[in-house]
Each structure stands twice: as C-alpha cells, then as structure tokens.
C-alpha cells in the first residue's frame, strides 16, 4: 500500500494538469450541450406545430433558432470569461501548473468549436460540380 503522505510531486502536478484541462474545457461542454439543447427544442416545437402550415411554422422555427444561438453565444462567452477567471486566480496563487493547463484546455475549447465550422466552410456544397 502506498502511503498518501508521501505521494510525489508528480501526482501533483499530474493532478493539478487534469484539474485545469478540465476547467479549460468547460466552454466546449457547455457549447455542445447547448447545441443538444437548441435542437431539441427546435424539434419539439415542430412537433408541436405542425397544424399551423409551414408558410407560419417556418418564421416561427427561424426565430427560435435564432435565440438560441444568440443564447448559446452569451453563455458561451460567460463561461469563457469565468474560465479565464480562474486561470489567473490561479497563476496569482502560485498554481502556474493549473493555470497553463487552463488555458491549454482553452485551446483545445476552441478548435473542438472552430473545427464543425472549418469542415462546414470548405467542403464543397454541391460535391457534384467540382472540377
């Protein structure tokens, strides 16, 4: 057995990385849940509209769409900034191990965000005319 007073420095360390890449990807939890989220809901309201024609159900459809993308937006951007927060709470601590793992973690948030919109851009829309 392995005695927890003398655990190395580099269960530490070891910990303190997972604890900030952790942290550092909350943004990109938050992102993708909220993605299930807005299309759940969007899903829902087109089962429940489906008596109104789709000339009203489409507007309707489009709006909520829209709120929740704005919705998504602030709160991705709100989780960003308490993120950020945290990392300098810790490199002002001392913990420049966690702190450099948060933003590492950050890193990764964004390309997880930034790679769907990359794919989205430059494959081809209509793969039939391409030269």
Same mark, same amino acid.
Request: aromatic fraction near 8%.
């Given at each position: ?9 580099? $269960? ?9 890449? $952790?942290?550092?990807?909350? /943004? ?17 309201? @087109? ?11 489409? /507007? ?21 900034? @308490? ?5 300098? @709470?810790? @490199?002002?601590? $001392? ?31 209509? /793969?039939?005319?391409?030269?």
């Amino acid at each position: 057995m392995q005695n927890t007073a003398t655990t190395g420095a580099s $269960g530490g360390a070891a910990d303190n990385i997972l604890r900030g890449v $952790g942290v550092g990807l909350a /943004p990109a939890a938050f992102f993708y849940a909220g993605i299930l989220v807005g299309f759940g809901v969007v899903s829902l309201l @087109r089962v429940a509209t489906p008596g109104l024609g789709f000339l009203t159900q489409l /507007p309707i459809l489009n709006v909520v769409s829209a709120l929740c993308l704005v919705a998504l937006a602030v709160g991705f951007t709100l989780v960003s900034v @308490r993120v950020f927060r945290q990392a300098r @709470r810790w @490199r002002e601590d $001392g913990e420049t191990t966690a702190a450099n793992a948060v933003l590492w973690g950050l890193a990764v948030s964004a390309l997880l965000v930034l790679v769907p919109v990359l794919v989205a851009i430059l494959l081809p829309q209509h /793969p039939a005319y391409i030269v």
